[in-house]
């Protein structure tokens, strides 16, 4: 059983950065891919990353390429998602995905879901 739970999210202001960890058990960091998403009120949920699970290759959305970056952690089980000069519109729910089937920037490819993490980027 895939658990994967999220944690960091905040009131931030704008420009400033911020850290989000996703804690993965049941094998998930170890045997997949790792994404993260995020989801704006009233709209769809959006990739924001990805992570390989052989050699820690990247793919990021356009809207946060240059700001934000994925780290895999093994040792502690977790990805992490920093993210720099935050502007309002990164305001969301943040969630890890893992377990690919399909396109890492579909939402439907991932077969895992944390609950979710909330980050407000507001003056």
């Known amino acids: 059983q895939e658990e994967l739970v999220e944690s960091g999210g905040r009131l931030v202001r704008p420009g400033d950065s911020l850290t989000l960890s996703c804690a993965a058990s049941?094998?998930?960091?170890?045997?997949?891919?790792m994404a993260w998403f995020r989801q704006a009120p009233g709209k769809e949920r959006e990739f924001v990353g990805s992570i390989t699970r052989i050699g820690s290759f990247t793919l990021y959305a356009d809207s946060v390429k240059g700001r934000f970056t994925i780290q895999r952690d093994d040792e502690q089980k977790a990805i992490h998602l920093l993210m720099n000069s935050l502007k309002p519109e990164d305001t969301a729910i943040y969630s890890c995905?893992?377990?690919?089937?399909?396109?890492?920037?579909?939402?439907?490819?991932?077969?895992?879901w944390g609950q979710g993490t909330q980050v407000t980027v507001s003056s």
């Open positions: 995905a893992a377990g690919q089937g399909g396109p890492a920037t579909a939402p439907t490819s991932w077969n895992y």
């Open positions: 049941g094998g998930a960091l170890s045997t997949s891919a």
